[in-house]
């Protein structure tokens, strides 16, 4: 089987899971964007899955991102793309991200909002990223103090708040952490109504996470396979 085929196969997979958990819970799949995660596969991947219909990218690490952004760009010149920021980000790497991130989802600190909105220039669609245990670790805003970031971004004129991100914690299950979040989302919807995606949901969790409202599931080895070495 070559690669093509490999990636048409794991995308109608990954698709009809996404539609038998949305059928679950009584939900239209059109609800729910497939991201697929990108990170230490080459260009030539993304542009297969472009290729297959999807649009929607994420990376984790900058320096990889840039790059492949570049090449993406090169081998696809009229693909219609949006690129995601979904690692941890450090405030000296804001105005790189912003070079090639169309949306970073993994804003966790008015430090970090402060960068962003000096280094884009333009209007930059972010996520908070969320720690529903609060461990310190593991990054993220803890639950409680949500609302008062988001007030804090809204009061950026460079930066759009679309919504919020979350990884389940070790030690929790899916089901807990992902209730959690979207509790905390319909309070936020109600003073900020631009805040409406729920990121929540991955290759081994994503029907748990459907069934509590995530409103897009970020997908990496159930469409590419196991990770490769990270780029040089």
């Not at 029907?207 to 997908?219: M, P, Y």
């Amino acid at each position: 089987m070559n690669r093509r085929d490999e990636l048409a196969a794991n995308l109608a997979e990954v698709r009809q899971r996404i539609e038998r958990a949305c059928d679950a819970v009584g939900r239209d799949s059109a609800e729910v964007t497939l991201l697929a995660v990108t990170k230490t596969f080459p260009a030539a991947d993304v542009a297969l899955l472009s290729d297959l219909g999807l649009t929607e990218f994420a990376e984790n690490r900058d320096q990889e991102a840039g790059a492949k952004v570049a090449e993406f760009g090169a081998l696809r010149p009229d693909a219609s793309a949006r690129w995601h920021m979904v690692g941890s980000l450090q405030r000296n790497k804001a105005r790189s991200v912003v070079g090639w991130a169309d949306q970073v989802d993994s804003v966790d600190s008015e430090r970090l909002v402060d960068a962003l909105a000096r280094a884009a220039g333009r209007a930059l669609d972010v996520l908070i990223q969320v720690s529903i245990d609060g461990d310190p670790q593991r990054g993220g805003c803890p639950l409680p103090d949500v609302p008062r970031l988001a007030e804090y971004v809204a009061r950026k004129d460079e930066l759009v708040l679309r919504g919020v991100m979350t990884v389940a914690p070790l030690g929790m299950s899916p089901v807990q952490a992902f209730d959690a979040l979207q509790g905390a989302v319909t309070r936020l919807r109600d003073d900020h109504p631009t805040a409406n995606v729920i990121s929540a949901g991955m290759s081994g969790d994503l029907e748990d996470a459907i069934a509590c409202g995530s409103t897009c599931v970020r997908v990496g080895t159930a469409l590419l396979g196991s990770r490769r070495l990270a780029s040089p």
